[in-house]
C-alpha cells in the first residue's frame, strides 16, 4: 500500500500545440504515481488551459510546470518568462475557468517579469478500504404477502355481472 508522502515534480517544457498533449499524459502518470487519480482531469485540464493560453498569447514559448504534493493539498505552479503577456487581459477566459476548477489560485510576478500562475486541488492520498460484505436487504419479493392458491377451474368458469349479463372470465 502507498503512503501519503510529500511529493514535487518539475518539468521544463518549449510549449507548442503537440508538446500539450504530452504535458498531459506525464501529469497523469506523476498523478497515478502518486495516487492521486481523482485528481487527473482537473490538473490536466488546469494545465492544458494555461499551456494553450501560453502559446497562443506568449512570445517566449518557454514554460515551468512544478507540482507539489503535500498529503492534504496538490498544488500546480505554470512559470512562463513572457513579461509582455498580461494575465488580467491575455488570460483572463483561462483563469476564470481554473478559478471554477480549482479550492484555489493565484499569480505572482518574478523579478525578471515573469509570471508563475498557481492553482490548489484539495485530495485525500488513495487510502484503499478493503471490501466487507455486507447483509443483503430483503427484497420485495420477500415483504409482499403471497397471494392465495385459486383453483384453475374458478378461473375458467363464467362470472355473473350485477345485470345477469354472463361473462368468461378469460
Not at 447483509?135 to 392458491?149: G, I, T, Y
Request: charged share 25%.
Amino acid at each position: 500500500m502507498k503512503t501519503a508522502v510529500p511529493c514535487y515534480y518539475h518539468l521544463d517544457v518549449e510549449v507548442s500545440p503537440d508538446r500539450v498533449g504530452q504535458v498531459r499524459r506525464i501529469l497523469a502518470a506523476h498523478l497515478r504515481l502518486w495516487d492521486l487519480e481523482t485528481l487527473v482531469e482537473p490538473v490536466c485540464r488546469g494545465t492544458e488551459l494555461l499551456l494553450q493560453a501560453i502559446d497562443e498569447h506568449a512570445s517566449d514559448k518557454k514554460a515551468s510546470i512544478e507540482m507539489w504534493w503535500n498529503r492534504q493539498h496538490l498544488i500546480t505552479a505554470i512559470g512562463e518568462n513572457d513579461c509582455h503577456l498580461r494575465p488580467d487581459q491575455d488570460l483572463r477566459g483561462c483563469l476564470e475557468h481554473i478559478a471554477e476548477m480549482s479550492d484555489g489560485w493565484g499569480c505572482c510576478a518574478t523579478e525578471t517579469g515573469a509570471k508563475v500562475i498557481w492553482f490548489s486541488q484539495r485530495a485525500r492520498a488513495g487510502g484503499r478500504v478493503p471490501l466487507v460484505p455486507t447483509v443483503p436487504e430483503p427484497s420485495l419479493r420477500e415483504v409482499l404477502q403471497v397471494p392465495r392458491a385459486i383453483p384453475v377451474a374458478a378461473l375458467a368458469a363464467p362470472v355473473k355481472q350485477a345485470d345477469g349479463v354472463l361473462v368468461d372470465a378469460l
